[in-house]
Each structure stands twice: as structure tokens, then as C-alpha cells.
């Protein structure tokens, strides 16, 4: 059987797990008008289910009626803008949406709602379109965004902001730009806008311009924190290292961001390393949001492959990025992409599914959350095993996080505990986050293939 070991340094305590989340794009405005919304949401936010704390909510793009100004070929990722073609200003326009927020604030469990915006309004597109023209020459971006709206689109932002809180809805961030990096025209299939560096950075002046401006009159804005640059992925040097450095020393932006947040698709285990030294090197410490992740892949087959790829990505984002708050793409999806918690016939409602990855978070957001990233050295492991580490500041308690991909049981010698015994859950092919009783480490512990495994001890 191969071997391995984790040592864990009490002693190194980092940053403290703050939220787990889920959006509720592409699917709330369907599931919002079932029956069984609310059996839904407490699987996804009640202390029973996920206990996840954070809401992103998306504000759509699409003014028309008939949502014809959207992507015609993937119809339910058309969410309506609360403007329509009249310049009315409806917050309660997506109905089915609102209906999900309302509902998840009463359940009291939710303490970070973000909103959310891929694309501007279309009539402040230059294409009127959720999405851009494809360019002339490949790979050369513009924004869709017309150069005479920018402040139009900011004072838009900001009327979403203060549409919600009217409404008894407790924002906490909002997000005016989503994953700028990339084209996002017609073959994405879905709305969104791209902006370069630049003007993702006068996007941010402008919105917190305006939240200050408002915040004189309407006392609710001054809590209201921008969450940027939702960049896609973490290793991007003009997206991100350039954007963080910008972000943490513009005298303009720097006092109104309290966090830097991107997203972990398609970013590795090295270039984690290498932005986190490059984040370190400038001796800035502002907590990182991993706000949008899901596994890339047009298959729904519910077996172990991607619970094991989330939690590899949950691992390395709280151990080496040190990020703070984790949210996962959608709450809930249908039976053809694995990019929902929940899978469900969103036109029915029926046929409630739980994957193995909605238990690969139960690993971490029912677990960890409040405690803090321990650290722990991992020697002569197979390429498979890796784990994390977490606990109280104090050291009277910790959470050893162990995920086994080999396709054999691994037997891990732990060290540097508190005791020598722990209390076992374990998520494999037959088992989701099943209680094993009390298990003695002290001759080690046999992870078995394909598994996720929590070690609480006490």
C-alpha cells in the first residue's frame, strides 16, 4: 500500500474561513416560481443543508421583452435588466428571482449578498446586445460597453444597489464586472462584456464615485464594498498581479475594497504558488474571494471525478492562495452540465438530485467555516493526496481535510497533533459524508480510494 505523511504546525495559523456560497444565475428566475423553492434553498443555506452565508444574485442584461437582445441560442441564460424598453427601472422585473432572493434573506442564515453584473443593460451596449460582435481580427477584444455610457452605466450599478436594500435586501458587495479577460460574443453562448485593465479600473473609480456620492443622502450605501475584478482565473499578470497592485495602492480605490477577488478556473497548482509569492513580495495583506468555480466539463455524470477535482481546487485555494470566502458557480442546475450543487428538472422541479460534489462542499462549509488555515507540510505523498488543514486560533480544535484520487487506499501517518484520536467522515463511491465513528491515528489512517475524508479532532 503506498504511504505518506502530513505534518501540522499549530503554530501557523493564516487566514480565517469566513463564507461559502453559491449564485443564483441562470436558474433562479425558472425555480423561482416552484413549489419546492424553499425545500431548495434550505438545501443550499439552512444549517440542515449547506449552511452556505453567501448569495451572489445576477442582475441581467437583456432590456427587450421578448429578450430578443439576448443569446437566442441558450435561452435561460437571458436574465432580464430591471430597465425595460420603456426606461422603467424595475428591480422586481425578474420575477422569479426576486422571489428567491426575498426567500433567502428570510431564512436569516445569509450574511454576504453580492449583486452581480455580466453584461451593461443593452441600451448601453454598442451592439445592444447582452454580447459583443465577433472581431475583425481574432483575438482582438473591445468592450461591448459604448464609450458615452460609462457614467450611466455606474449611476446603473448603483441604482441596483440601492433598489435592493429598499427592498429589505442586505447587500454587502457589488460586482459591476464579470471575468473581463475574455471576448464574449456570440460563441459563448451567454451575455458578457469584456474590458481591459484600464477600464475595468475606471469602472471601479466610477462606481465607488457614485456609492459615495448616494452614501451622503442614503446612509444604507456606506456599507456597500465593491467586490473586483472577478477576474477568470488567478495567474493572469495584467488581470491580476498588475489589478491587485492597482487596486491595493490607488489612493481612489484602495480606502472602498476590503478584498481582491477572481476565479479558479483553469488555473493550476504552480501558478497558485506563484501568485501568492507575488502577492506576499508587496507586503499588501488583502484577503482573496475564490468567487465563481465549477469543473469545465458538458457532461453531468454524477460519480467521484469531480467531487475529487473541487475538493483538489478547494484545497489548494484555502492552503496556498489563503483565500478566505469560496463560492461555487450555480446552486442548481438541470441533468446536462456539472456546474450545479443541486441538479433538478428547473421546469418541473422534480427529480431532486444531490451529486457528490454538493457533499464535497458539505466537507468544507459545515466544517470549517470560522476556522482558521493551519498549516501542514505533505511528504512523499502520491500525486493523488493532498489535504489541508484548519482550526481554532487556540489549538483546542482541528479539521484535516484528506482527499485521496489514486484509484488504491493510501495510508497517511499524521503528525503534530493535538490527540491521537478523531472523529471520521468520509465521502466515497457508496458513501456521502457518512459519520464513521471514532478512529485512532495514532499508526496512521487509511484513506481509501477515490475519497474525501474529515478528520475532526478534539
Same mark, same amino acid.
Given at each position: 500500500?503506498?504511504?505518506?505523511?502530513?505534518?501540522?504546525?499549530?503554530?501557523?495559523?493564516?487566514?480565517?474561513?469566513?463564507?461559502?456560497?453559491?449564485?443564483a444565475c441562470w436558474w433562479s428566475h425558472e425555480i423561482g416560481h416552484n413549489e419546492q423553492?424553499?425545500?431548495?434553498?434550505?438545501?443550499?443555506? @439552512?444549517?440542515?443543508?449547506?449552511?452556505?452565508?453567501?448569495?451572489?444574485?445576477?442582475?441581467?442584461?437583456?432590456?427587450?421583452?421578448?429578450?430578443?437582445?439576448?443569446?437566442?441560442?441558450?435561452?435561460?441564460?437571458?436574465?432580464?435588466?430591471?430597465?425595460?424598453?420603456?426606461?422603467?427601472?424595475?428591480?422586481?422585473?425578474?420575477?422569479?428571482?426576486?422571489?428567491?432572493?426575498?426567500?433567502?434573506v428570510e431564512l436569516g442564515t445569509i450574511s454576504d449578498f453580492t449583486i452581480f453584473m455580466?453584461?451593461?443593460?443593452?441600451? *448601453?451596449?454598442?451592439?445592444?446586445?447582452?454580447?459583443?460582435?465577433?472581431?475583425?481580427?481574432?483575438?482582438?477584444?473591445?468592450?461591448?460597453?459604448?464609450?458615452?455610457?460609462?457614467?450611466?452605466?455606474?449611476?446603473?450599478?448603483?441604482?441596483?444597489?440601492?433598489?435592493?436594500?429598499?427592498?429589505?435586501?442586505?447587500?454587502?458587495?457589488?460586482?459591476?464586472?464579470?471575468?473581463?479577460?475574455?471576448?464574449?460574443?456570440?460563441?459563448?453562448?451567454?451575455?458578457?462584456?469584456?474590458?481591459?485593465?484600464?477600464?475595468?479600473?475606471?469602472?471601479?473609480?466610477?462606481?465607488? @464615485?457614485?456609492?459615495?456620492?448616494?452614501?451622503?443622502?442614503?446612509? *444604507?450605501?456606506?456599507?456597500?464594498?465593491?467586490?473586483?475584478?472577478?477576474?477568470?482565473?488567478?495567474?493572469?499578470?495584467?488581470?491580476?498581479?498588475?489589478?491587485?497592485?492597482?487596486?491595493?495602492?490607488?489612493?481612489?480605490?484602495?480606502?472602498?475594497?476590503?478584498?481582491?477577488?477572481?476565479?479558479?478556473?483553469?488555473?493550476?497548482?504552480?501558478?497558485?504558488?506563484?501568485?501568492?509569492?507575488?502577492?506576499?513580495?508587496?507586503?499588501?495583506?488583502?484577503?482573496?474571494?475564490?468567487?465563481?468555480?465549477?469543473?469545465?466539463?458538458?457532461?453531468?455524470?454524477?460519480?467521484?471525478?469531480?467531487?475529487?477535482?473541487?475538493?483538489?481546487?478547494?484545497?489548494?485555494?484555502?492552503?496556498?492562495?489563503?483565500?478566505?470566502?469560496?463560492?461555487?458557480?450555480?446552486?442548481?442546475?438541470?441533468?446536462?452540465?456539472?456546474?450545479?450543487?443541486?441538479?433538478?428538472?428547473?421546469?418541473?422541479?422534480?427529480?431532486?438530485?444531490?451529486?457528490?460534489?454538493?457533499?464535497? *462542499?458539505?466537507?468544507?462549509?459545515?466544517?470549517?467555516?470560522?476556522?482558521?488555515?493551519? @498549516?501542514?507540510?505533505?511528504?512523499?505523498?502520491?500525486?493523488?493526496?493532498?489535504?489541508?488543514?484548519?482550526?481554532?486560533?487556540?489549538?483546542?480544535?482541528?479539521?484535516?481535510?484528506?482527499?485521496?484520487?489514486?484509484?488504491?487506499?493510501?495510508?497517511?501517518?499524521?503528525?503534530?497533533?493535538?490527540?491521537?484520536?478523531?472523529?471520521?467522515?468520509?465521502?466515497?463511491?457508496?458513501?456521502?459524508?457518512?459519520?464513521?465513528?471514532?478512529?485512532?491515528?495514532?499508526?496512521?489512517?487509511?484513506?481509501?480510494?477515490?475519497?474525501?475524508?474529515?478528520?475532526?479532532?478534539?
Amino acid at each position: 500500500m503506498q504511504q505518506g505523511t502530513f505534518h501540522v504546525h499549530p503554530d501557523q495559523v493564516y487566514q480565517k474561513i469566513t463564507d461559502f456560497g453559491a449564485s443564483a444565475c441562470w436558474w433562479s428566475h425558472e425555480i423561482g416560481h416552484n413549489e419546492q423553492v424553499d425545500q431548495y434553498l434550505d438545501l443550499l443555506f @439552512g444549517p440542515k443543508g449547506l449552511a452556505l452565508n453567501a448569495f451572489r444574485i445576477n442582475v441581467g442584461g437583456c432590456v427587450n421583452t421578448d429578450r430578443t437582445d439576448g443569446c437566442l441560442s441558450s435561452p435561460s441564460r437571458n436574465p432580464y435588466s430591471p430597465l425595460d424598453e420603456n426606461g422603467r427601472f424595475d428591480i422586481t422585473r425578474d420575477s422569479g428571482t426576486w422571489r428567491v432572493v426575498k426567500k433567502a434573506v428570510e431564512l436569516g442564515t445569509i450574511s454576504d449578498f453580492t449583486i452581480f453584473m455580466n453584461s451593461p443593460p443593452t441600451t *448601453m451596449t454598442k451592439n445592444s446586445r447582452t454580447f459583443a460582435d465577433r472581431p475583425e481580427k481574432e483575438g482582438e477584444f473591445v468592450s461591448n460597453l459604448r464609450e458615452d455610457c460609462y457614467e450611466a452605466y455606474a449611476a446603473y450599478v448603483v441604482d441596483c444597489v440601492e433598489a435592493f436594500l429598499k427592498e429589505n435586501v442586505p447587500v454587502k458587495y457589488v460586482s459591476p464586472v464579470n471575468e473581463p479577460q475574455w471576448q464574449w460574443d456570440d460563441r459563448n453562448h451567454q451575455e458578457g462584456c469584456h474590458y481591459t485593465p484600464e477600464e475595468v479600473i475606471r469602472i471601479c473609480k466610477l462606481v465607488i @464615485g457614485e456609492l459615495n456620492q448616494r452614501a451622503q443622502e442614503n446612509s *444604507m450605501l456606506k456599507n456597500v464594498r465593491i467586490s473586483m475584478p472577478e477576474t477568470a482565473q488567478w495567474y493572469q499578470r495584467t488581470y491580476v498581479h498588475d489589478m491587485y497592485y492597482l487596486m491595493c495602492n490607488d489612493p481612489e480605490i484602495a480606502p472602498y475594497v476590503d478584498h481582491f477577488s477572481a476565479h479558479s478556473y483553469g488555473t493550476t497548482k504552480a501558478q497558485k504558488i506563484d501568485t501568492r509569492a507575488y502577492f506576499d513580495s508587496l507586503g499588501i495583506d488583502i484577503p482573496l474571494h475564490q468567487t465563481e468555480w465549477a469543473p469545465l466539463h458538458a457532461d453531468f455524470t454524477d460519480n467521484m471525478d469531480f467531487a475529487l477535482e473541487m475538493a483538489h481546487v478547494m484545497c489548494e485555494d484555502f492552503s496556498i492562495l489563503h483565500t478566505r470566502h469560496w463560492t461555487w458557480w450555480l446552486g442548481i442546475s438541470g441533468f446536462s452540465w456539472p456546474d450545479g450543487l443541486i441538479c433538478v428538472d428547473k421546469k418541473t422541479g422534480q427529480n431532486i438530485t444531490l451529486p457528490k460534489r454538493y457533499f464535497t *462542499m458539505l466537507h468544507h462549509s459545515r466544517f470549517i467555516k470560522g476556522l482558521y488555515n493551519i @498549516g501542514m507540510d505533505q511528504n512523499d505523498l502520491p500525486t493523488g493526496v493532498t489535504g489541508a488543514a484548519y482550526g481554532k486560533a487556540d489549538g483546542t480544535s482541528l479539521v484535516l481535510i484528506l482527499v485521496n484520487s489514486e484509484n488504491n487506499p493510501v495510508n497517511v501517518h499524521l503528525s503534530g497533533l493535538p490527540s491521537s484520536e478523531a472523529d471520521a467522515f468520509e465521502t466515497s463511491q457508496y458513501l456521502d459524508c457518512l459519520y464513521l465513528g471514532k478512529q485512532d491515528l495514532s499508526k496512521g489512517y487509511v484513506l481509501p480510494a477515490r475519497s474525501i475524508t474529515n478528520l475532526v479532532i478534539r
